[in-house]
């Protein structure tokens, strides 16, 4: 099983968006500043996930969540 997941910066309101086979231990390593793209964005919640059999359909939504990454839909989409 593999999972898209979108996190939010509490320090500078912007998103980060990745896929896991693990989404616990993925957001625990980007809390705890073992990611570099979020190191210095710490504290982040999970806003959104969602799971898939394939690494490639979680590769696909990934892509595609970016791809609306400033679109008001995007935000439609996370709940947010």
């Known amino acids: 099983m593999f999972f898209v997941y979108v996190l ?3 320090k500078d309101h912007k998103f980060y968006i990745g896929h896991t086979n ?3 231990d ?3 390593s980007h809390n705890e500043g073992r990611v570099p793209a979020t ?3 710490s504290p ?5 996930s969602g799971s898939f059999a394939t690494r490639s359909a979680a590769v ?3 892509r595609y969540l970016k791809s609306l990454k400033g679109n008001k839909r ?3 989409l996370i709940g947010v």
Request: no cysteine; glycine share 0%; charged share 45%.
């Open 8 to 10: 939010l910066s509490l």
């Open 22 to 24: 693990d989404l616990e």
């Open 26 to 28: 993925r957001v625990k």
């Open 39 to 41: 190191r210095n964005r």
């Open 44 to 48: 982040l919640v999970l806003v959104y």
């Open 60 to 62: 696909q939504r990934e």
């Open 74 to 76: 995007f935000r439609e």
